[in-house]
């Protein structure tokens, strides 16, 4: 079985750039969830679709936007981009039942460097 | 809101025992996972905790109190491939799952 798979896994854009992550979850699992991780920090969450909807997203700006396609992969875009953007993007996928959906499975990451 | 805090590092040596505690706040309470990340790897799932007790997975074990909102993992016969970075992580109302900020692990020979 497939894990999560993102892509690309690594990203050099400069600043006011746009960067596009994307994300393909696990045969079976309609949750993914993306997180940031700045170097030497812990996981902030980002934003959580489930069945192709945005059910609940972090403290982030308007500028971090995405969405989740009917085959349940998901696109994170990052507009107008920051040197602190700069971080390693984590994407996760989950079946979303109650107990599943504190068991998420991680993909290895996309690092984005702004320049 | 919710929020979680655990020590930033702590350090042991092969062989040994080690508990890393989390203290979280939350509005409702779905359960308190741990995973764990190697430098440069992706998050891996290690246990969660809906009710109060004792889970056992092999040398790892996870701890939960709700009425106190802590819980700990407890890692024994520790070895050189136990150092990392545990996260702990509880869902709430929000429904997301948040993350502390980890504790970094080293394991001495």
């Known amino acids: 079985e497939a894990g999560v798979t993102q892509s690309p896994t690594h990203l050099i854009k400069t600043r006011g750039q746009q960067a596009t992550l994307r994300c393909s979850p696990i045969?079976?699992?309609?949750?993914v969830y993306w997180y940031q991780q700045a170097l030497g920090l812990g996981l902030q969450f980002l934003l959580w679709?489930?069945?192709?909807?945005?059910?609940n997203r972090g403290n982030f700006p308007p500028r971090f936007s995405g969405r989740q396609f009917p085959n349940y992969s998901s696109e994170l875009n990052v507009n107008a981009l920051e040197l602190e953007d700069s971080a390693l993007y984590l994407c996760?996928?989950?079946?979303?039942?109650?107990?599943?959906?504190?068991?998420?499975?991680f993909g290895a990451g996309s690092r984005l460097t702004v320049l | 809101g919710q929020s979680l805090e655990q020590p930033s590092e702590v350090t042991a040596v092969e062989g040994a025992i080690v508990q890393i505690n989390c203290t979280y706040q939350t509005s409702g309470f779905y359960g308190l996972s741990w995973y764990q990340q190697h430098d440069g790897g992706a998050p891996t799932f290690l246990s969660y905790n809906a009710l109060d007790g004792l889970e056992e997975t092999g040398r790892f074990s996870s701890f939960l109190s709700r009425s106190d909102s802590y819980g700990y993992l407890l890692l024994q016969e520790l070895q050189m491939k136990d150092s990392a970075s545990y996260f702990c992580?509880?869902?709430?109302?929000?429904?997301?799952?948040?993350f502390g900020t980890g504790t970094r692990l080293q394991v001495f020979p």
């Open positions: 045969s079976g699992h309609t949750s």
């Open positions: 992580a509880v869902r709430g109302d929000t429904d997301k799952l948040i």
């Open positions: 679709y489930d069945e192709g909807e945005e059910r």
């Open positions: 996760a996928s989950s079946s979303g039942q109650l107990t599943g959906a504190n068991v998420l499975t």
